[in-house]
Each structure stands twice: as structure tokens, then as C-alpha cells.
């Protein structure tokens, strides 16, 4: 219940944000109505960022304790993260052709690093689907979520430590942020949408990761069930009594989650 | 196209697929979930004779 109410406020402040966007700010002197763009395109690159964090720590915390809601937390976090990346290059794109006269530019160090880090995101999750045993599953995705959020820190300084066509960023030092380049009303405007923008995506990790423990649960519950199919098998093929089957359960995926793979 | 035509599709693009995802990702939850509830009652039935299982679940909550 607290999700879904978690999940209205999300989608009132993402819908009053939108319309304070589009119809209450002003237009930028220099850029016009194409600003108006920058509010869910810097709210998508922040969530962007968000989630290649959370998968990589998730993603340590897997490596470390070998606990499976960890995994599920990472997934759920690098399905998001390629989400809202691919939102920031479409915001971008968008806001692009107006005012630089191009939608993507491969030269661009900035937009460049973005593309790589959707591609490892996008790669986490088709690495995800080669196996079928979470544990070795999960180890292979830590990997990648950690390269993906190697990646993070690249794309956002790219714009500082390499010259392209991307300016530096608005608010990225306590300085900027305590004196803004921009008006007032476009920073509150901003500080809104990325509110509203964060507790959508508060919203959706939680459902996403209540789906991914449900998947897991399905998975143990069709292994197990496998497995008693099997020891029926064999034990009307061996006429061995009830209780002794003489199924090995010591091979990988059939054996019952112990504490290296610990079930939510 | 100008720039108020980039705006819409800026903010449609952004905004439609936001709203896209959370819509699926909502309906695939309810469905692995009576998925789930449906195996759990399965294999509460063939351990239980006298047919005891688990309630499904109601949904996404």
C-alpha cells in the first residue's frame, strides 16, 4: 500500500512538473523553448547515474555475502539504468538539434561515454539471460555492473577533462550550486522534476524488485520441482523405498539454496 | 520541425515511455505473481491430500 501511494505522488509531481516545464517557466533568452528539455533530460542522466551506482554496490554486496536479494536489487537497478539512459539521449537528441544543429555527434566525449555506458547496460542484461544457475548468473552480472559503473564518472567529468560539443556541467560543484548560472526559477523547476523523477524511480526499483524475487522463487519452485520428479523416477525404476532415492543433489542447480545462495 | 516541436517530442518520448514501462512492468509483476501463487498451490496440493494450500496472491501489493 505504501508503494502504491509512494507510486501516486511520483506520478503528481512527475505530471506537475511537466506542466511547470512547458507552461509556467520562461523560455531562455538564448536557447528559447528548447530548454524546457533539459528538466526530464538532466532528472534522466542523474537516474542514470543513480542506477549504475546502486547496481554496482548491489552487485558488491552479491560478490560479498552471496546473498540473491542482492542480485535481485542489481537487475532491477541496471534494467532502470538502461532505461533512463536511453530518456537522457532521447532528452539530449531532442534538445540537441535545436541548439547545436545535430541530434548526436560520435566526436562528443560526453555523449559518447553515454552510449557506452546504455551498451553495458544493455549487455548486463543479455549476460543475465546466458545462464540458467543465479549464482554463476549474478557473479557474471556483479562483473559488468561494476565496468558499467566504472563508466559513470567517465561520462559526467568527460566534459571537463576532454573538449566537445557538450557543455560542462551547471551544477556540478558546491559553488555552482550555491550560486547558479541560471535563474532561480529555472533551478527550482529543475530541483522539482528530479525530485518527482526520483520517486518515480524510488517506485518502480520497488516493483521491479518484487518482481525479480517472484522470478527467483519460480525458478527454485520449478528446480524443486524437477527434483521430486526425478527421485520419483527413480525410485519406481529402482524400487528403492521412499526416502532413499539415490539422486545426487550435489550437482550445481540442484541442490536446495544453501547460504551461498540464499533465497529472499 | 520547431523547437516547440522538439519539445513535445522530447517530453512525449521521455514522459510516454516512463509511463509505458511502470504500465508493463506493473502487469508482469501481477502475472509472475499469480504465476507463483499457482505453483505454490500445486505443490501444496500433491503434499497435502486434503487439498490445503496457499491463497493466491491478490496482486502487485
Excluded at chain 1, 243 to 260: C, F, N, Q, S, V
Aim: glycine fraction near 10%; proline fraction near 5%.
Amino acid at each position: 500500500m505504501k508503494t502504491r501511494i509512494l507510486g501516486f505522488v511520483a506520478l503528481a509531481g512527475i505530471v506537475a512538473g511537466t506542466l511547470v516545464s512547458l507552461f509556467v517557466v520562461p523560455a531562455d533568452v538564448n536557447q528559447g523553448d528548447a530548454q524546457r528539455i533539459m528538466y526530464p533530460h538532466v532528472a534522466s542522466a542523474w537516474l542514470a547515474y543513480l542506477s549504475g551506482g546502486v547496481t554496482a554496490l548491489a552487485g558488491v554486496g552479491w560478490l560479498w555475502k552471496r546473498d540473491l536479494r542482492f542480485d535481485a536489487v542489481a537487475v532491477s537497478a541496471a534494467e532502470l539504468g538502461a532505461l533512463f539512459t536511453a530518456f537522457a539521449i532521447w532528452g539530449g537528441s531532442m534538445w540537441g538539434r535545436p541548439v547545436w544543429g545535430t541530434f548526436w555527434q560520435w566526436e562528443d566525449p560526453r555523449m559518447a561515454t553515454t552510449a557506452l555506458l546504455l551498451a553495458l547496460f544493455i549487455g548486463y542484461l543479455l549476460l543475465r539471460r546466458l545462464s540458467d544457475d543465479p549464482a554463476r548468473r549474478a557473479t557474471r552480472a556483479a562483473v559488468v555492473g561494476l565496468i558499467a559503473a566504472a563508466d559513470i564518472p567517465i561520462v559526467h567529468y568527460s566534459v571537463d577533462w576532454w573538449r566537445g560539443l557538450h557543455q560542462s556541467a551547471t551544477f556540478g560543484s558546491p559553488d555552482k550550486l550555491l550560486h547558479p548560472a541560471a535563474p532561480v526559477a529555472f533551478v527550482l523547476t529543475l530541483v522539482g522534476m528530479l525530485t518527482a523523477f526520483t520517486l518515480g524511480w524510488l517506485y518502480l526499483i520497488i516493483r521491479r524488485y518484487q518482481l525479480a524475487r517472484t522470478e527467483l522463487q519460480i525458478e527454485e519452485m520449478a528446480r524443486q520441482g524437477q527434483l521430486a520428479a526425478a527421485r520419483r523416477r527413480a525410485q519406481a525404476g529402482a524400487g528403492l523405498p521412499s526416502g532413499t532415492d539415490g539422486i545426487r543433489t550435489d550437482r550445481p542447480g540442484m541442490d536446495a539454496p544453501g547460504p551461498r545462495e540464499a533465497l529472499p | 520541425m520547431s523547437d516547440v516541436g522538439f519539445v513535445i517530442a522530447g517530453f512525449t518520448g521521455i514522459l510516454g515511455g516512463f509511463a509505458v514501462y511502470a504500465a508493463t512492468l506493473v502487469a508482469r509483476l501481477r502475472r509472475v505473481q499469480r504465476e507463483a501463487a499457482a505453483m505454490r498451490a500445486r505443490a501444496g496440493g500433491a503434499e497435502d491430500p486434503a487439498g490445503h494450500s496457499d491463497p493466491p496472491a491478490s496482486g502487485a501489493e
